[in-house]
């Protein structure tokens, strides 16, 4: 009987499907992040692991749980956590949830965008402060998303999917910074592609950040790219927290560099940069932009099916080791 080790409790969808095909399906018992030696502890023996983006899963990992590992299937469409050359090395699938939570983050990025330009959640704290006295002429003005140009930095599914958002449900001009350029995306959308990061920073009214974490890409917006922005434009990021340099979004924020940010994601989760929490104009959420219902159980599901695949002796079908 296959054994498969899942390190936290997720929806239950994905872990039934590992039951009805019989397998042995340990759910770590504690609502945590497990310590790493609990990690290799824990993964003994496992044919199969269902890890979180909160697990780093490198070679010690894999060792930890022995030569009958055949797969660890990521419940995220990020996949930074693993260390994908060490898979490759011992011959182990790794995969990953794509597609079923595009929708709910491009949805979420536009609830940060909203929020922030239009100050919904900054009026919240007013209203419950007490501070609400009668209507005002000029209390908690924003800013328009309308006619308004949206840089997506990052043109992969959720990134199109946000420029999609933006430009059929509230007009806004598209243009877009990839390592690709999208003839057919630019078509549909009327957009323009940008040649370089700092071209689509100079021109954005809202820049919305949509790559993944790599090398490369760490502080991708830092201090200086901040100053390319224009001080009326807001910055959202719902990919990974280390493509922004905290700090320098910290005092660009302060020092109305720009207008405003809206993030799902931090350097150094959960802890947050020094005076980032202080801070009026950036609106924040605890890495929930996948956080729905239906989303979580589709991704529960597609991790259970990475899974069951691969102990069927095939090729998952998001497998990332190539
Ligand atoms: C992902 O799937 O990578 C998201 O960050 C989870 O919400």
Same mark, same amino acid.
């Given at each position: 009987m296959f054994k498969v080790f899942v390190t936290r409790q997720i929806p239950e969808e994905g872990i039934n499907m590992l039951k009805v095909k019989g397998y042995e399906v340990v759910v770590f018992p504690e609502d945590r992040v497990m310590t790493r030696d609990e990690l290799k502890e824990n993964v003994k023996g496992a044919d199969a692991v269902l890890s979180l983006l909160t697990d780093k899963i490198d070679a010690e990992i894999l060792d930890a749980a022995g030569a009958q590992l055949k797969i660890v299937a990521n419940y995220a469409v990020g996949f930074d956590n693993l260390k994908l050359d060490d898979f490759k090395s011992k011959n182990i699938y790794a995969s990953n949830t794509p597609d079923v939570l595009t929708n709910t983050v491009a949805e979420h990025t536009f609830g940060l965008i909203l929020s922030v330009a239009q100050r919904i959640t900054e009026g919240d704290r007013f209203t419950r402060a007490g501070k609400y006295h009668g209507w005002e002429p000029m209390m908690l003005l924003g800013n328009d998303l309308f006619k308004k140009t949206l840089g997506i930095l990052g043109l992969?599914?959720?990134?199109?999917?946000? #420029?999609?958002?933006?430009?059929?449900?509230?007009?806004?001009?598209?243009?877009?910074?990839?390592?690709?350029?999208? @003839?057919?995306?630019?078509?549909?959308?009327?957009?323009?592609?940008?040649?370089?990061? @700092? /071209?689509?920073?100079?021109? #954005?009214?809202?820049?919305?950040?949509?790559?993944?974490?790599?090398?490369?890409?760490?502080?991708?917006?830092?201090?200086?790219?901040?100053?390319?922005?224009?001080?009326?434009?807001?910055?959202?990021?719902?990919?990974?927290?280390?493509?922004?340099?905290?700090?320098?979004?910290?005092?660009?924020?302060?020092?109305?560099?720009?207008?405003?940010?809206?993030?799902?994601?931090?350097?150094?989760? %959960?802890?947050?940069? %020094?005076?980032?929490?202080?801070? /009026?104009?950036?609106?924040?959420? %605890?890495?929930?932009?996948?956080? +729905?219902? @239906?989303?979580?159980?589709?991704?529960?599901?597609?991790?259970?099916?990475?899974?069951? +695949?691969?102990?069927?002796?095939?090729? %998952?079908?998001?497998?990332?080791?190539?």
């Open positions: 992969g599914r959720i990134g199109s999917r946000v #420029a999609h958002h933006g430009a059929k449900g509230f007009d806004m001009d598209i243009i877009y910074y990839d390592v690709r350029r999208n @003839e057919e995306f630019e078509k549909e959308y009327n957009a323009r592609f940008m040649a370089t990061p @700092e /071209e689509l920073l100079k021109e #954005a009214d809202f820049v919305s950040v949509h790559v993944p974490l790599l090398p490369t890409t760490k502080h991708l917006i830092n201090a200086e790219r901040l100053k390319m922005m224009k001080p009326s434009a807001y910055i959202v990021n719902t990919s990974r927290g280390p493509v922004i340099d905290e700090a320098a979004l910290v005092d660009a924020l302060k020092n109305k560099v720009i207008k405003g940010a809206g993030l799902d994601v931090y350097e150094n989760e %959960p802890n947050l940069a %020094p005076g980032l929490s202080e801070l /009026e104009n950036v609106v924040l959420t %605890p890495h929930t932009a996948s956080a +729905t219902e @239906e989303t979580r159980a589709a991704m529960s599901e597609v991790a259970a099916k990475n899974i069951i +695949t691969a102990l069927e002796g095939q090729v %998952p079908p998001n497998n990332l080791v190539k």
